[in-house]
């Protein structure tokens, strides 16, 4: 079956850098648009950004374009969040996602992601 495995979260200080990795199995991976969500206590998941089958195309949450890179590798079935000058802000739960439309991202809602991950908890904090 479907199995999307989140890892890399922790805790970091503001400024600092974390790489989240999401390994996935039980489907075809490069025929897969991915993404990276996020969801802070009390708040609604949010998307961060998210990436087409080839890589070629990436997409990004204004509030994390430029520090956030989303990128990956289909021999390894997995997709990677480097995040560099993390924010307290930036402090949730992350979940990968596969979906797309045959392998194009097509838009940004969770909705359009039909599998997801159990999540890597990012703590930002001094």
């Known amino acids: 079956q479907v199995q999307l495995v989140e890892s890399g979260g922790g805790l970091v200080q503001p400024g600092g850098s974390l790489r989240l990795s999401c390994a996935a199995s039980?489907?075809?991976?490069?025929?897969?648009?991915m993404a990276w969500f996020r969801q802070a206590p009390g708040k609604e998941r949010e998307f961060v950004a998210a990436?087409?089958?080839?890589?070629?195309?990436?997409y990004y949450a204004d509030s994390v374009k430029g520090r956030f890179t989303i990128s990956r590798d289909n021999t390894e079935n997995t997709v990677y969040l480097q995040m560099n000058s993390l924010k307290p802000e930036d402090t949730a739960v992350y979940y990968c996602?596969?979906?797309?439309?045959?392998?194009?991202?097509?838009?940004?809602?969770?909705?359009?992601?039909?599998?997801w991950g159990q999540g890597t908890q990012v703590t930002v904090s001094s």
């Open positions: 996602a596969a979906g797309g439309r045959n392998g194009v991202v097509i838009a940004t809602t969770p909705s359009h992601f039909t599998s």
């Open positions: 039980g489907f075809t991976f490069s025929s897969y648009a």
């Open positions: 990436i087409g089958w080839s890589g070629e195309h990436t």
